[in-house]
């Protein structure tokens, strides 16, 4: 899609040092003319204008702030380069509309509640790393001092004023469709790497329980066991081979490492950071939900170029506020529905919520999503991340588990990003509410449970470019979606048979939160083009659908079969695309197997607006989330497609026969003797 191609991964570190020099230049005096001067070389004018205009340099009004904080300096400073604060919290509390936070080298232990946003997009605060200097927040802190009990086996006693007002041993997790077998938010790290938490004393010391809990898929062979009082919390902990003394140990004491308390801080830029070592809550679908770094209740976010990793639970949450429960049902549908009704009356718009940015992230380790959002996911733009890693403890039970999870995903753009190794419900999970997605030119493998999950939701959605590459590309029959357009995918796995399901769930207007109507969720009403199908899969998933379906211009490989909708598919019962995905230094890479002369064998329709008509249920057109018309007029890769008669699957240009194609990073090398 070429409306929303990718810079590459964590790319923009120029753009800070530019925008550092453009505010430096108008304050020693240059003004417009000198700051257009010594940049336009450096940026394009549109982005050059995005500077000027986000440093709030006018005439009449100013210069852009910069507040330093460092780690040798002393929050009693003024925030000058030169005496620099020791908080970032600190500087929070200085920020205004258009001014920058510079953090320079080190470890920072805090939290940090920004007390204010932004006023705009071009005049928000910003929190960013120092160019090229590590910057790490953490809500852990390091513990000395362990006692040997024998063994591997080690006791360290934490006063209860170690934590202040938060014990995250005392805090069970719980939640909206959770069950966590009275697991805690805390946990204890050993070089960075959490142990696991054992339900009883006794597996701690038992070298024999140890191993058997050891044996859960991904879980450390360390282990812990917290008994929590009113002066003091003991912990014991298993260190296989090692001397917690001579080593790093570290443990959780900090809910969140950057979250605004207060909901409608709006118009923040964090960027640049390592966030890492939270006891996040777990993050339901009908309660606020608070991330390592989250954006609360709010809009216009930019969320971009951090390492976000070991968070309890969730990594980046886009935002549910806390309601007050006696409104509402318990964990329902009726319970979600009525949430949502007294999420419009509480502000829930386009104008003030969502539409935020999370862009070029490297996010791990999370117990249950990478990127959680409910409602206040709407209208944002999810770009460029890498995501994998999520839930692989599999300590939790219950839903609500992805490496994206969103409820009310309206008008989401989830794009360029490569999602593996998440556990449960696999890697994106759009549930209720997903009208208008992008879903596009993503790399999925190794996912648990699917790679997507689209539950109840009435479309218009579209899945276009990507990379299918799990052992079950779209699973979980029940809670079917209506209203899709998938186009020109590479699908290894298999796509599970659909029912109807008979909740009610919204319909909004279009690109709004307006509610229309509650309607049920019956199969079909879907649009399969240009896609290519591979390892053997029977695609009768529609085969009993009540609603329309269409299907034109698909490959079927190796035994792959169509539904009795696919009229005019190309049937290759004995081709292998032999379909591989593998890690060399430099990234990723995907061993293809195709045939050029499949663009010859049969004609296919270029995938656009006019195409795909209109979601029946919601009588809406496929169309980019600000209503101008969609086409599919470039492949995974970023070439242009043939208008004329575009080639099946995610890449336009291809090679005969077997070929290596890088596919992470994106825009860098994109296939062998070419380069972009």
Known sequence: MGDYMLQPPFEGKRELHVERLACDLVVAGGGLAGVCCAIMKILKVSRLLAVISGCAVFTTSGICGEIHVATTGNDSNDGS????????????????????????????????????????????????????????????????????????????????????????????????????????????????????????????????????????????????????????????????????????????????????????????????????????????????????????????????????????????????????????????????????????????????????????????????????????????????????????????????????????????VVSGNHIYRCGEYGGLWLDWMAQGPLITDNLFHDNHGSDLFLEVNHGPFLVANNLFLSPVMQGFGWGGSQGGAYAHNLISGRIANFHGDGRGTQVMKPHSTELIALKANPVGDVRWYNNILANGEKFGAYDNATMPVTASGNVFAKGATPSKYDKEALLKPDFDTGAKLTRKDDGWYLELNTDVKWAAEQKRAFVATELLGKAIIPDQEFTNPDGSPLKIDTDYSGNPRNPQNPFPGPFETVKDGKQEIKVWPRRQLIMQGRTE
Request: proline share 5%; hydrophobic share 40%; charged share 20%.
């Open 81 to 412: 380069e030169s005496k620099p604060l020791r908080t970032i919290q600190a500087a929070a509390g200085k920020a205004q509309p258009g001014d920058t936070v510079t953090v320079h080298a080190g470890t920072y232990r805090e939290r940090v509640d920004p007390p204010r946003g932004g006023e705009s997009e071009t005049k928000r605060i910003t929190y960013q790393a120092a160019p090229g200097e590590k910057v790490v927040l953490t809500g852990a802190e390091t513990v000395k001092g362990w006692e040997n009990v024998s063994g591997d086996v080690w006791k360290k006693v934490v006063p209860g004023a170690f934590f202040g007002k938060f014990n995250p041993f005392a805090e069970k997790i719980e939640g909206e469709w959770c069950d966590a077998t009275g697991r805690h938010a805390g946990t204890v790290y050993l070089n960075g790497e959490w142990l696991s938490e054992a339900s009883k004393l006794e597996q701690v010391l038992s070298a024999a329980a140890a191993a058997a809990v050891a044996r859960r898929p991904a879980a450390s062979p360390g282990l812990w066991f917290a008994k929590v009082e009113p002066s003091a919390t003991t912990i014991w902990a298993k260190f296989p081979g090692v001397d917690p003394n001579k080593e790093e140990v570290e443990i959780n004491v900090r809910q969140t490492v950057f979250y605004p308390s207060k909901p409608g801080i709006s118009y923040i830029t964090v960027r640049g950071f390592e966030l890492r070592q939270a006891a996040t809550p777990w993050a339901g679908a009908m309660s606020e939900q608070i991330g390592l770094i989250g954006t609360h209740w709010s809009k216009g976010w930019v969320i971009e170029n951090n390492h976000i990793h070991h968070s309890m639970c969730t990594g980046v949450t886009l935002g549910r506020y806390e309601l007050a429960k006696a409104e509402f049902p318990p964990a329902s549908a009726k319970g979600f529905v009525k949430s949502v009704e007294l999420a419009l009356r509480d502000g829930w718009s386009k104008e003030k919520i969502g539409g935020h940015i999370v862009r070029n992230n490297h996010i791990h380790h999370c117990g249950q999503t990478g990127i959680v959002g409910s409602l206040g996911c709407a209208f944002s733009k999810i770009i460029g991340n890498e995501i994998h890693d999520i839930n692989m403890q599999r300590i939790w039970g219950g839903a609500e588990m992805a490496g994206i999870k969103f409820h009310g995903g309206i008008d989401v």
